[in-house]
């Protein structure tokens, strides 16, 4: 995508913000002509649908889907919400927040959505103009999000036993960057801030600091803990407190890190590259490009 594009692009997104941020008021009936598609525009969340294999990635400029057997990603149902967070729960479900499409007349702050058509549609669940989550993880009925409060502008970070319909408020060690939950236990949680990385035990309700390469992005699965840093160096290690290692390297800083599915890592590029490795971190092959 071109200089020129991208800036027409986020000329025509900040217009709308204006509108739709002022007083906390919904967005203008007045539409807010998208002069040029600028495909996916920094990637915020990954994830794989159980339903059928392909793999979805939440953007600043929507949601999009690379079937299986395809590298380029294909914008789901013309939609353009902002997916800040993002997390696959089940075949054809997934959870979300951010901002709205230019054409809803919804609340600038999302709070949870929820769709179970493979991102052909949303639906508020719950702290609709309340909430913008930018880290999203969930693991059965339980939820984590960390984002901002829309009246004070303030960090929040929540948790949710039963899937979201009410809320309990936690302290997050620092503000995170990431978050990422064991396999084994919804109470088990490791997260990341620009320079330390922490773990819990217990839910989020009190953290340790862990020694582990400084910052990053991470993940958790059945082969360990895995933190892919901004030099692109991938770090593992069999658990939160064990020793680190590094693992491989992604060729390029990481905007977006998920375990994915069983025996898989994904990892975004800042260009919008997905790369997916199937040998704990060793090697990184492209699985979607960018336009």
Not at 175 to 201: H, K, M, T, W
Request: with cysteine; net charge neutral; proline share 7%.
């Amino acid at each position: 995508m071109s200089t020129r594009t991208l800036k027409r692009w986020q000329l025509a997104l900040l217009g709308l913000a204006v509108v739709a941020g002022c007083g906390g008021q919904q967005a203008s009936d007045t539409p807010v002509a998208v002069l040029d598609d600028p495909g996916p525009v920094h990637v915020h969340g990954l994830g794989v649908n159980p339903a059928d294999g392909a793999l979805f990635v939440a953007t600043h400029t929507g949601l999009f889907r690379a079937a299986p057997d395809e590298l380029r990603a294909e914008r789901v149902a013309g939609r353009y919400q902002d997916t800040m967070g993002f997390a696959v729960v089940g075949p054809d479900r997934f959870l979300g927040s951010g901002h709205p499409d230019f054409k809803e007349k919804l609340p600038p702050f999302l709070g949870l959505i929820e769709s179970r058509d493979a991102g052909q549609s949303w639906e508020p669940k719950s702290l609709l103009g309340k909430v913008d989550f930018h880290v999203l993880e969930a693991s059965g009925g339980r939820i984590y999000g960390f984002g901002s409060d829309f009246k004070t502008r303030e960090e929040r970070f929540l948790t949710s036993r039963d899937g979201g319909r009410s809320w309990e408020r936690l302290e997050a060690p620092v503000p995170l960057l990431a978050l990422s939950i064991s396999p084994n236990d919804a109470s088990s949680l490791i997260a990341s801030g620009e320079r330390r990385v922490y773990r819990s035990q217990n839910g989020g309700r009190s953290w340790t600091a862990v020694d582990a390469p400084a910052g990053g992005l991470v993940a958790w699965n059945a082969a360990g803990v895995f933190l892919a840093g901004g030099d692109g160096r991938v770090w593992r290690s069999p658990r939160p407190t064990g020793a680190w290692r590094v693992a491989g390297s992604l060729g390029g800083q990481p905007a977006a890190f998920d375990p994915g599915r069983e025996g898989e890592l994904l990892a975004a590029l800042h260009d919008g590259t997905i790369k997916r490795s199937t040998d704990d971190a060793a090697t990184w092959r492209v699985r979607s490009a960018p336009r």
